[in-house]
């Protein structure tokens, strides 16, 4: 509504502009050229309006520049600020793209990247979703799952979620975990997560996604919004670790990079999250993206977590889970949370997986999406085996969570640079979503690092 009433302005002060413009010239060309001098009186009236009419004209070009920035672009440069005034600036990641770097507003910390002590690869056996004894290795990131549930009922939780499902989300209040503490520790970090139902959480980063577009829109301001709890990774927990914030989720995001036709040529996947997710939609992610959950059978408020839970790698499972339903269509059922097992390509899938060489999985780091308030555990997929790559480019199937078809954007490490010039399509793509999710942007980085 307001670009319409600022573009009508601009229309009107346009055509004024055209009116004067003649006037003003008709006056001061005889006014200079001949000894009629009391013509000059004239310009002072004619030339107030003239100049009042450009100078209108200059406020609007800059107000209608401003609401044209996407509303992407505008949260990015408003989150930068508030960390930069919050002297938090060093938590942002800076990610580096060839020639192109800045921060963005995915918080971290050093000893929450796997860099830290070392990259460490997720390997696969036989027993695909068990866990592991303890090893030797050096891990910085673990995840410590508490058996504890919480219903964390909120009065407000209702009516958001009811209000995304409406505009198109599909949401189910199945069981989920939320990040509960950070504990730091002599090597890195201990992530504590706990149990709950999805639809608290959703809620939560509905709540902090509607703040800060309302901070952006100047309705509301940063002391008012949720925001307030989130000026840095040190602010938000107490001293043994427990955060005070209100329950947010843990995810994962992955970036899957296929070897290319040439040496240090690679391929990454992105394509545009839908409207059916709950938040950072119409906006540009890798994938698979998704929250950590663990397997249960039944279906919303009625779904029952598995017995013997522990046993189960959170880590594993998701990853394994997500690819087939992200990627490959697998569907969800809910009396077998392995039903994804039966799809067709699963067992190829495992086989690459065990190879190393075929597919390296590597665990990247753990941070904060400021964006909309949630922890985000990143991993890099590499598929070095250029056959299986080129069958994953041409059978790739995204599922509802995502639109359009899946873009292969090309990475030149030799030159440093994505060769987004060379897909005009994707470009376009890129140009009118405007933005990258940021956990994706983090995997990203993470990601190239390793491939340099």
């Known amino acids: 509504m307001e670009n319409k009433r600022l573009d009508g302005l601009k229309k009107v002060t346009l055509f004024i ?127 410590c799952l508490v058996d504890e549930f919480n219903a964390f009922e909120n009065a407000q939780t209702d009516r958001i979620i009811e209000a995304r499902i409406a505009d198109g989300s599909k949401l189910v209040n199945n069981p989920a975990l939320y990040t509960s503490a950070i504990k730091d520790v002599k090597i890195g970090i201990e992530i504590e997560v706990k149990k709950t139902r999805y639809f608290p959480l959703c809620a939560n980063l509905t709540k902090m996604e509607e703040d800060i577009k309302e ?67 119409d906006i540009f992610s890798t994938a698979p993206s998704f929250g950590l959950s663990l397997p249960f059978v039944g279906w919303g408020d009625d779904a029952k977590l598995l017995d013997e839970i522990s046993k189960y790698d959170i880590v594993k499972y998701n990853l394994v889970k997500e690819l087939m339903e992200e990627l490959f269509q697998a569907k969800e059922d809910k009396n077998d949370p392995f039903a994804f097992q039966k799809h067709p390509e699963y067992l190829r899938l495992v086989e690459k997986l065990k190879d190393s060489n075929c597919i390296s999985v590597q665990k990247l780091g753990f941070g904060f999406n400021a964006f909309n308030s949630a922890f985000d555990f990143a991993f890099a997929i590499i598929v070095k085996d250029r056959e299986y790559a080129d069958y994953l480019e041409n059978n790739m199937m995204h599922n509802c969570e995502f639109e359009g078809e899946i873009s292969f954007v090309k990475v030149d490490l030799k030159n440093k640079k994505f060769l987004i010039e060379e897909d005009k399509e994707f470009e376009t793509k890129l140009n009118k979503k405007s933005y990258i999710h940021n956990p994706s942007l983090f995997a990203i980085g993470e990601t190239l690092k390793i491939l340099k």
Request: glycine share 6%; with cysteine; charged share 30%.
């Open 215 to 281: 901070v952006v829109g100047k309705t509301k301001n940063i002391s008012q919004a949720f925001l307030k709890n989130f000026k840095s990774l040190d602010k938000m927990k107490n001293d043994d670790g427990s955060l005070k914030t209100k329950p947010l989720p843990v995810g994962a995001t992955a970036a899957i990079f296929l070897k290319g036709e040439e040496d240090r040529e690679w391929r990454v996947a992105l394509h545009g999250r839908s409207k059916e997710t709950a938040t950072c939609r």
């Open 17 to 143: 502009i055209g009116i004067i413009s003649p006037m003003f010239l008709a006056i001061i060309i005889p006014a200079v050229t001949s000894d009629n001098t009391w013509l000059l009186f004239l310009l002072i009236p004619w030339g107030a309006v003239l100049a009042g009419a450009i100078a209108v004209l200059i406020v609007i070009l800059i107000k209608v520049g401003k609401k044209d920035l996407p509303e992407h672009v505008k949260i990015h440069n408003m989150l930068n600020e508030f960390y930069k005034n919050n002297e938090s600036l060093e938590e942002m990641y800076f990610c580096e793209f060839g020639e192109k770097a800045s921060r963005i507003p995915f918080l971290v910390k050093k000893n929450w990247m796997q860099s830290f002590h070392g990259r460490k690869e997720i390997t696969f056996d036989e027993d695909v979703f068990l866990k592991k004894e303890e090893s030797e290795e050096v891990d910085n990131i673990k995840f």
